[in-house]
C-alpha cells in the first residue's frame, strides 16, 4: 500500500490539520477555556424565531441543496446542525417550522433531526410530520415549489444554509418579497454575494461550520474551530515561504506540493 | 447502541474512503467502489420514501379540495407517475421520453434559471446601496466587471476589459483563496467531527 | 415621488429587464465580441489535435444550467467534428445524458456516425466518487451506452480504456460535480489536460485554477460562446445574444444608481437602512 501520485503532499497536509484539530479538541476536553466571537447571524436566530411568533406564522429552514455523498457534504451536516437548534426553538415556542428537502437522502435525516428536537422539548405531540417535505430532487423544480409555499404560507423567518447554487438567490428574494426575517449560510463562494445581497444576515464560508460548536457551546466541538485557526496559520505560513521561493527563482515547494 | 451503531459505520465507512483517495491499494479501492454502490442503492431507496412523503402531503390536498390546490398536486403526481412509467416501460431514449423532457422539463427549468437575471435587478436595486467607502468599492468594482464583460464596455473604454481582468486575477482572487481555505479548512473540521461522533446532531438531537 | 420610487414594484424592473433582453435579440446591435485568452486556448488545444483523437465532453449540467451553455457547446461540439475528433460523452448529472443527445443533435455530430464519431456513455450516479471510477475504467464503468449498446463492441471505444488514453475532457460544468471534481479526480493526478463550457456565476471561482494551469481553457458563457464563434468565423447563438447582454447590464447598472440616488435624497441624518453588508 503505497501512497498515490501527485497526493502525497495533500496526505501529510490533511495529517498535519487533522493533528492540530485533535490537539486541540484535547486541550479544549482537559479544560482550558474557550471563546469565539460573536456571529451575528446565529445570534439572531431566537429573534427571528420570537418574529415568527410574534406574527403567528410559520418559519422556513431549508438545510441547503446538497447532498451527503460530495465535496459539499460538511455544507448539509453544518445545516442539519443548525437546524435541530432552531427545531428546538420552534417546539419550545409553538411555531410552526416547514422543513422543504430536495435531496432524497437528507429526507429521513430532517424528519428525525426535527422529530428528536420536538421530542427533547417534550413536545412530541406538536411535531407535524408532513411540515418535513420533499419538493424534488431537481434543482428548479425544487425552487419553484419553495417558491409557491413561501407565497402561500407566508413564513416569518426564513433561514437557509448548507449549500446552494443558481437558486440561492431566487430564493432569498422571494422570502424577502413576502417579509420574512432572512438567516442564511453557505460556504458555496459564487453564492455567498446573493445572500449578503438579499438577506438580513448571512453565514460566510467557514461560520457555516463553526455554526454547531458555537450553538451547542460544548468544549470538545469549540476546540475544533481554535484547530482550524491553528491549521490556517500553518496554510499561511505555506503561501508565505511559497512566495517568497517561488520569488528567489526556486521551484522546490511547488514540485514538493505536486508529488 | 442505536446512537453508537451509526457513528461507528460513519467512521469505518468514513475512515476507508479517505485511505482509499490517498494510497493506491487494489483490496482498499475494491472495498470503496462497493461502498460508493451501497451509497447508490440507499440513495435509491431514499429517493423512493422521499417520494412517498410527495405523495402523501399532495394526496392529502387533493383530499382537501381547497381551492386550485388539488388541481396542481394532481397534476404534479399525474405528471411524477406518468414520466416514471414512461421511463421504466420505453426507456429513456425513447421519442416520446425525448419529447416531454426536450418540450416541458428543459423550458420549465430553464425559465426557472433564466429568473435570476430578473431577481438579481430587484435585488440590486433594493440592497446596493452606498452605505459606507467599503460598499462605494464595491459599487465601483461591479460596474467595472459588468461592463467589462459585455462588448459594450470595451466601445466606452477600451481599457476597461484590462482593468476587469486585473479586478478579478488580483483582489478577487486573494479574497477567493482566502475564503476557499477557510471553507476547506472548516470542512476537514465538521468531517472530523462528524467521523468522530462529538457532531451527531445529524442523527437527530442535540450535538453532544 | 423619492417614495414612490424607492418602493418601486418589483414587476416594474422585471419588465425593463426583460425589454433589455427581448429587443436587442430582435433587433440586433452588432456590438461586436472579443475573445477572452481562456478561450483562445481552448480552441488552440482543438486545433492542435490530430484528427481522430478521442475527447470526453462530459455534460455536468441541468436542463436550467444548459440554457447558458448551448451555444459554447455547440460551438465546440462543431469545432470537434469539423477536426474529425471521436466525442465520448457522458454525464455526471442525472439530466446530463438526456441534454447530451440534445447537444449532438442540434450540432454537426448529427451527421456523423453514432458509435463510431460520436457515443453517450449516459449517467453514472456517485458525483465525484464516479468520476474516479470512471476516469480509471470507462467501459468497466459504463458497459452499456445511453442507447442500450454494448460500450466496449463500439468502434470509437477501440483502445479506450481509462481517461489517460482521451487527449482532452471538458466538461459542460453549472454546479457540483463540475470542474474541481474534475481537477481534483483527473486533472492532477492523471494528468489529463481538463478544460470547461462554464456558467457566468461560477467563472471567478475558476480564476485559481486558470492561474495554477489546471485548468486548461474555458469557454465562460455566452461571451465565451460569441468568442469561440468568431473563432471558427460563424454567428451562433452566442453572438446573437451578447448585444441583449450589454444592454441588460447597462439596465441593472441603471437601476443600482437610480436606487442609490433615491436612498441618498431620501436619507434622514443618522439613519442608516439596508446597504451592503
Redesign the interface.
Known amino acids: ?7 502525497v503532499f ?2 501529510w497536509l ?1 495529517v498535519v ?2 493533528g492540530c ?2 490537539y486541540s ?1 484535547w486541550r479544549a476536553k482537559k479544560g482550558r477555556p474557550i471563546s469565539i466571537r460573536k456571529i451575528a447571524g446565529l445570534d439572531a436566530i431566537e429573534e427571528a424565531i420570537g418574529r415568527s411568533t410574534e406574527m403567528g406564522r410559520p418559519v422556513h429552514y431549508c438545510p441547503g441543496i ?2 451527503i ?7 448539509t ?2 445545516g ?2 443548525i ?3 432552531v427545531a ?1 426553538l420552534t417546539a419550545k415556542f409553538d411555531v410552526p417550522i416547514i422543513v422543504t ?1 430536495r435531496q ?2 437528507v ?3 430532517a424528519e ?2 426535527v ?3 420536538y ?2 422539548e417534550g413536545k412530541g405531540d406538536a411535531y407535524e410530520p ?1 411540515n ?10 425544487y ?2 415549489a419553495l417558491f ?1 409555499i413561501m407565497a402561500r404560507e407566508k413564513p416569518a423567518a426564513n433561514f437557509m444554509m448548507g ?1 446552494f ?3 440561492a ?2 430564493l ?2 422571494v422570502g ?2 413576502v417579509g420574512a426575517l432572512q438567516i442564511t449560510g453557505t ?1 458555496q ?4 454575494p ?1 445572500f ?3 438577506s438580513d ?2 453565514l ?3 461560520e ?3 455554526a ?2 458555537y ?2 457551546r ?1 468544549q ?2 469549540l476546540g ?2 481554535l ?2 485557526d491553528l ?2 496559520a500553518i ?1 499561511a505560513l505555506l503561501i508565505i515561504i511559497g512566495v517568497l521561493t517561488t520569488s528567489a527563482g526556486s521551484d522546490y515547494l511547488s514540485k514538493l506540493m ?1 508529488k | 447502541m442505536k446512537r453508537e451503531l451509526p457513528i461507528a459505520v460513519a467512521f469505518v465507512v468514513g475512515v476507508l474512503m479517505i485511505v482509499s483517495f490517498f494510497f493506491t491499494s487494489k483490496p482498499l479501492s475494491n472495498a470503496a467502489e462497493i461502498v460508493q454502490d451501497w451509497g447508490v442503492i440507499v440513495s435509491a431507496f431514499a429517493l423512493g420514501l422521499a417520494s412517498v412523503n410527495l405523495i402523501q402531503i399532495h394526496a392529502k390536498k387533493i383530499a382537501r379540495g381547497k381551492g386550485l390546490d388539488w388541481l396542481y398536486s394532481g397534476s404534479l403526481i399525474v405528471s411524477m407517475i406518468g414520466m416514471a412509467l414512461l421511463g421504466i416501460i420505453k426507456g429513456p431514449t425513447h421519442k416520446t421520453y425525448q419529447f416531454w423532457f426536450d418540450a416541458l422539463f428543459v423550458p420549465g427549468q430553464a425559465t426557472v434559471y433564466a429568473m435570476t437575471g430578473f431577481f438579481i435587478a430587484s435585488a440590486a436595486y433594493r440592497a446596493f446601496r452606498v452605505r459606507n467607502v467599503d460598499a462605494a468599492i464595491l459599487l465601483v468594482s461591479a460596474a467595472i466587471l459588468m461592463l467589462a464583460n459585455v462588448p459594450i464596455g470595451e466601445r466606452l473604454w477600451s481599457q476597461l476589459p484590462a482593468v476587469g481582468d486585473w479586478l478579478m486575477d488580483v483582489p478577487n482572487l486573494a479574497g477567493q483563496r482566502g475564503m476557499l481555505i477557510g471553507a476547506g479548512i472548516g470542512g476537514i473540521a465538521s468531517g472530523l467531527r462528524v467521523l468522530l461522533g462529538i457532531e451527531r446532531s445529524y442523527l437527530g438531537g442535540s450535538s453532544s | 415621488m423619492l417614495d414612490r420610487l424607492a418602493r418601486m414594484d418589483r414587476r416594474v424592473i422585471y419588465a425593463v429587464v426583460f425589454l433589455s433582453l427581448s429587443i436587442p435579440l430582435i433587433w440586433p446591435i452588432g456590438l461586436g465580441v472579443s475573445v477572452g485568452p481562456e478561450t483562445q486556448k481552448l480552441y488552440d488545444i482543438i486545433e492542435s489535435l490530430p484528427s481522430g483523437s478521442a475527447v470526453i465532453v462530459s455534460m455536468d449540467t441541468s436542463p436550467g444550467g444548459y440554457g447558458e451553455l448551448a451555444s459554447g457547446t455547440t460551438a465546440l461540439l462543431n469545432h470537434m467534428a469539423r477536426k474529425g475528433l471521436r466525442v465520448i460523452g457522458m454525464g455526471f448529472f442525472d439530466t446530463g445524458p438526456s441534454l447530451l443527445e440534445t447537444a449532438f443533435g442540434g450540432s454537426e455530430f448529427r451527421n456523423k456516425e453514432y458509435g463510431k464519431d460520436y457515443v453517450n456513455l449516459g449517467y453514472l450516479a456517485g458525483g465525484e466518487t464516479a468520476i474516479a471510477a470512471m476516469a480509471r475504467d470507462i467501459p468497466g464503468s459504463f458497459p452499456r451506452d445511453y442507447r442500450g449498446n454494448v460500450t466496449s463492441s463500439l468502434p470509437i471505444m477501440e483502445g479506450i480504456k481509462s481517461v489517460r488514453d482521451v487527449a482532452l475532457i471538458v466538461t459542460i460544468s453549472s454546479g457540483t460535480p463540475g470542474v474541481p471534481e474534475w481537477i481534483r479526480q483527473v486533472g492532477d493526478p492523471m494528468k489529463v489536460p481538463i478544460a470547461t463550457v462554464l456558467v457566468a456565476v461560477n467563472v471567478p471561482n475558476m480564476t485559481p485554477y486558470i492561474q495554477a494551469g489546471q485548468l486548461k481553457g474555458m469557454i465562460p458563457s455566452m461571451k465565451g460562446a460569441a468568442g469561440y464563434e468568431s473563432l471558427m468565423g460563424v454567428r451562433g447563438l452566442g453572438t446573437a445574444g451578447m448585444d441583449a447582454q450589454s444592454v441588460s447590464h447597462l439596465v441593472i447598472l441603471a437601476f443600482v444608481i437610480l436606487g442609490n440616488v433615491v436612498h441618498l435624497a431620501s436619507k434622514k441624518p443618522g439613519v442608516s437602512k439596508g446597504g451592503v453588508r
Not at chain 1, 500500500?1 to 497526493?7: E, S
Not at chain 1, 455523498?69 to 455544507?75: D, K, N, R, S, Y
Open positions: 500500500m503505497t501512497l498515490a501520485k501527485g497526493r495533500s496526505f490533511l490539520i487533522i484539530l485533535l479538541m446538497g447532498g455523498g460530495a465535496v459539499e457534504a460538511p455544507q451536516f453544518a442539519l446542525a437546524m435541530s437548534h428546538r428537502v432524497p437522502e429526507f429521513p435525516m428525525e433531526t422529530r428528536q428536537a421530542l427533547e408532513t418535513i417535505r420533499f419538493l424534488s430532487s431537481q434543482q428548479f423544480a425552487a419553484a409557491g449549500a447554487w443558481a437558486e438567490l431566487m432569498a428574494e424577502s418579497e460556504a463562494l459564487s453564492q455567498v446573493f449578503v445581497a438579499s444576515y448571512t460566510i464560508g467557514e457555516l461550520f463553526a454547531a460548536a450553538l451547542s460544548d470538545m466541538q475544533s474551530i484547530g482550524q491549521a490556517k496554510v505536486r
